[in-house]
């Protein structure tokens, strides 16, 4: 278990995610305008009167993002509410044009609640992380202080793009309820989990360094074995796994130091300085905000149907943890292959359009692609989209080549080298499948075993003294021989069968 050392004893960390993840849509949560706010464009032109808080206008609520919430709740096994509310959380800021946030209820079940992901503990067993809720809201508009010297500007492209903050659950009536992340370590894995969980489903880029996902930080420590939850801060706004470990270990250490020199710690709101490395106050609890939540009179409740949560369940695609399963479960695959192969969704489906229904292709396919495929990513297109190539652009390898070349080595029809042969004149842009790259190049692996017996028996009587050596003791000849046969069959022998027979005949 991960513990901080202190100078009376040792000290268990308590780590408490709020995460928001940007809802993949084509229009914004409230209106109809785009939610494309990338820096390409134009500033304040994807704004509706909605999103710039005329007055008299009207939310209404796109579906689209209510089905890509509840998707994600069932991804991390939630409970998905039949009703739940909108909410105005009031603050007052420059990109807030509507002076509240439309948001959920803190304080009532929003519309994804209890769930979990599983990740592996720092014991190395696996660990299941709680979530206490999920909830829909608006992202802000974006203040831009650097294009004047004395005029700050707003862009409202941003203002009203869909928003799902994930927070993590902590049983403070239970205290020996350990399913919470009690390390830095495993505070990457689960936003890494939440991550591919909102990849998979095409619920969100979650893509810290582009602000589509973004987490606040809770952190506080206990003495090892204490039955109380000691008092938290939370770190505002990390956008990289590695900044959120820092922080967390940094606010770990400075709370155990805090109370071991007699101090108590203060449930202020911190911001993490990446130049040092260190958190500092930002603001403190006695002027915390009073966010006067209340229910949005404008919207009506969010009434979901138990069918609609069945359409939307059947849409689902395997997620990726049950696709490393399959892959170890039914292929024996090992568990880093599994791995590989499930980095993102393209590159699952890309292996499962390979193999096909011959589960015997699995291996050799999932070599292929990690030891050669992956290192020329210029040479296959694993999102498999049809276009017309350019004569100069590099040859696509598709999943049935690949399928091709492992079937023609299973049938003895060439061998591995050969298929390597063929697969580096692919690279090199040479047209055609690898049956008819093979024909045109005379690619035909040698399987008779008469011609073989023939080569073999030139090559020991050409080589007397190294055959004298191998009965001798020098057994680590025998590549030796197998070379100067392979040679001697310009490398089309079938290996095994060049094997068997040296064997045989060296005794
Ligand atoms: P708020 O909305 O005021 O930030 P919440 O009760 O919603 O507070 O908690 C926010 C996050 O902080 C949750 O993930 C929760 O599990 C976590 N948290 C609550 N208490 C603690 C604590 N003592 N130590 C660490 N994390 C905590
Ligand atoms: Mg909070």
New binding site residues.
Partial sequence: MYTIKGKTGDWEV?????THIEVLSNSKIFSGASANYNPTIAPNTHVSFVDAAMPGMLPVLNEYCVDQAIKFGLGINAEISRVSRFARKQYFYPDLPQGYQISQP?DEPPVVGRGWVEIIGDDGNPKKILI?RAHLEQDAAKNKHDMHPTKSFVDLNRSGVTLLEI????D?KNSENNS?ISSPDEAEQYLRKIREIARALGVSKANMEEGSMRA?V???VRRAGSKK????T?TKNMVSFKFIKNAIEYEANRQVELLESGGTVTQDTMRYNQADGTTSVLRSKEDALDYRYFPDPDLLPLVITDERIERIRKTMPELPEATRARYINTYGLNEYDAARLTETTDISHWFDTAVGNKAERAKPIANWMISELFAHPENYDITNTVRERDADEPRIITPENIAELVDMIGASEINGKQAKEIFIKMLDGETGTPHEIADKFGMKQMTDTGAIEKIIDDVLSQNASQVEQYKSGKVGLFGFFVGAVMRATGGKANPGVVNEILKKKLG
């Avoid at 308590?14 to 709020?18: R, Y």
């Avoid at 939850?229 to 938290?232: H, L, N």
């Fill in positions: 308590v780590v408490g995610l709020e803190a206490e927070v993590t659950f902590l403070v919470y606040d809770n952190v506080s939850f000691g008092t938290r939370e």
